[in-house]
Nanobody, 120 residues
Framework: QVQLVESGGGLVQAGGSLRLSCAAS????????MGWYRQAPGKQRELVAD???????NYADSAEGRVTISRDNTKNTMYLQMNSLEPEDTAVYYC??????????????WGQGTQVTVSS
């Protein structure tokens, strides 16, 4: 089990930037991967970006070039730097972690989310 706590959300004008953080309650070194997802009102939750334990990153097409995902294993924290924000980026942003458990299975843990609102 792990607790994930997001922070850094808020209200920003279009074109602005935000840096989201996801702090884990224990070491993230062994996590298979971590990721940022978002859910806008009336829409399904979607991937924004994820990062593997080896540092390989993957970005959604809508985020490519505007966001950077990173993780600091020494601080048990993952980050999402978002630039050139657009009103369409308004959503609740969630962090998730894929944690290896027994018998080769993976457990996905989720944070509670942080609201990002981009005004036009």
């Amino acid at each position: 089990q792990v607790q994930l706590v997001e922070s850094g959300g808020g209200l920003v004008q279009a074109g602005g930037s935000l840096r989201l953080s996801c702090a884990a309650s224990r070491s993230i070194f062994s996590f298979k991967s971590m990721g940022w997802y978002r859910q806008a009102p009336g829409k399904q939750r979607e991937l924004v970006a994820d990062i593997s334990s080896g540092g390989r990153v993957n970005y959604a097409d809508s985020a490519e070039g505007r966001v950077t995902i990173s993780r600091d294993n020494t601080k048990n924290t993952m980050y999402l730097q978002m630039n050139s924000l657009e009103p369409e980026d308004t959503a609740v942003y969630y962090c998730a972690a894929d944690i290896p458990i027994a018998f080769g299975r993976v457990l996905t843990s989720w944070g509670q989310g942080t609201q990002v609102t981009v005004s036009s």
